[in-house]
């Protein structure tokens, strides 16, 4: 590890103008690129204090032994020659995106004597124009096929061509007349060149002029009698018509624009491109990166705009470039866009209107490459084992923890405070493992004291289960008192973790810790998918498996709750460490500084992924806890009476007030209910206090209840 000090450059050394800047290691290789108006700023930001620098940029100034740099005349080709080195040196501290494959286009080789529309991946040809990408060929192929009716432009193979012209017969498509045969002379070569031009013109958005042509030409047919001629135009209007349907208008204004939105965490990074043209999709393309370097949103942005535009020319640069976030300098780099193109290219955020609805749809694309992207590396066995070292390594385990529990706590502003416990085995999701607390101990809003409680029930049960199983042949002298199994079930205590009901014939002593059912997690008491299964005598399976990792979602003061929690049980062989989401910085239990690892290490990846489905599921939790509580209604307190007997009751009575001053025999008309649960029904609703009349402001009218009992 270097010293950044040992090669700073002396004070005066660096210029003041715009520049590019390169960073070597020991070995001579370029390990980073990066560009500046002002180069003396931007270099004497690396060579500070390095504890005030951010963790990727720590890394790199370590890693590099040297720092060189090249003055430019504007920042137009700074931008240029940072965009070249990059490709140049391939720098392993950039930004790099990957196409997770090669996309197709849509090309016609207009540099041929007979020009010929076919399927093209890879780098471009000068000569050929191209459409595109598509997410699959058979897109194309599809598209394709309905135009060459009205375009019958060549598409075969230059050895098929050549055996055609030499038999003078054409193939299948000449016989069916979906190609004008230029092999055997059915149209001259001008001829030809015309139908490929006019292909192109179609499929860059000039669509109204054929099909308006197209269906004079059917109409003049029509009146001339020429019938058979006037439906092989009408077949043909249709087929240009559903080629279009094929990518449906999405800006009404006919624009050329592309579409780029970005999805990122702290770790990766994944970037959509939706090209539009005449208002259309006409192709759609992604890359994924790891953030190995320290940028922004806006530098996603720019360095996407670099890959995307840094080899093309003329048309292949829309006039106008929609980003969610602007580049560090938008006018250095509309400038140099408007170089690749040749005229003026708009480079802007969308505001209102179609194009932010449109780049709303490309950003849900982004989050959901981002998702599959992170699902694929989870997948991967070597990829989890290697993850699992460099936890272990970096935490001083003595082995891989092969499971691992994460805690989160979730609630609304201090209400309905809950936890949840997800667990990771092999470095895979184990959701028959997932736990669901409800916080008991106390009211209002303290995530430290939260976790101590999760943490000590969770693990009170682990012990109470290995003494009943007999594992436990000496129990450990903890600092709290762990009451035995049968002591708190005779004193009807009940764990508090998600699916753990009471047993029917023992109702739980009042202010004892109640059980939150599977159902409760899903509004309408819906089957969780994320629910425990239940052992053979109906009760969920137990704590019985001790993780060898406890991760808590914050920092210090959560990990030392959670590892104070363990002391007052005697638990001293499970390790803690927390994820905080500000840095990613693993913190454990005693140290004052957070454990550093590094953004493309697969150790801190599989911690992220833990952290964030613990987070996902206390969320959804506590969401769907709070719409149940907000759809209660005072029939819920009647004993035996089921959603059907419910509804029953309102559609007879019209509301719960009118169900309220209904008498005993009344509510008895209703079917299905006997005089027993009639009373029931009385009583749970005078018990219950009716809430205050909704009054409307404007005319001073009393509202009335509606079905559920609130006011409409």
Known sequence: MADPSSYRPKPGQIPDSPGVYKFRDEHRRVIYVGKAKNLRQRLANYFQDLAALHPRTRTMVTTAASVEWTVVSTEVEALQLEYSWIKEFDPRFNVKYRDDKSYPYLAVTLDEEFPRVQVMRGAKKKGVRYFGPYGHAWAIRETVDLMLRVFPVRTCSAGVFKNAARTGRPCLLGYIGKCSAPCVGRVTPEEHRELAVDFCDFMAGRTGTYIRRLEKEMMAAAEEMEYERAARLRDDVEALKRAMEKSAVVLADATDADLIAVAEDELEAAVQIFHVRGGRVRGQRGWVTDKVENVDTSGLVEHALQQLYGEETGDSVPKEVLVPALPEDPDAVSEWLA????????????????????????????????????????????????????????????????????????????????????????????????????????????DVRSMHEVIGRRFKRYLQDKERTGEWEEAPAPTGPVPAPDAALASGEVPACSGEVPAPDAAPAPGADTAVPDSAAVPGGAPDPDAEPREDDGRPKRFAYPPQLVVVDGGQPQVAAAKRALDELGIDDIAVCGLAKRLEEVWLPEDDDPVVLPRSSEGLYLLQRVRDEAHRFAITYQRAKRAKRIRSSPLDAVAGLGETRKQALIKHFGSVKKLRQATIDEICEVPGIGRRTAESVAVALASAAPAAPAVNTATGEIMEENDGGSTT
């Open 339 to 446: 170089g690749r193109r040749g005229s003026q290219v708009s480079l802007r955020i969308p505001q209102r209107g179609d194009k932010k609805d449109l780049m709303a749809t490309v950003q849900r694309n982004a989050q959901q490459a981002l998702g599959l992207h992170k699902t694929k590396r989870a997948s991967d066995l070597t990829t989890r084992s290697r993850a699992l070292e460099e936890i272990a390594e970096a935490l001083g385990l003595d082995t891989a923890p092969l499971r691992i529990e994460c805690f989160d706590i979730s609630h609304l502003q201090g209400d309905d405070v809950v936890a949840s416990m997800v667990v990771f085995e092999d470095g895979l999701a184990r959701k028959s493992e997932y736990r669901r607390f409800q916080i008991k101990g106390f009211e209002g809003q303290d």
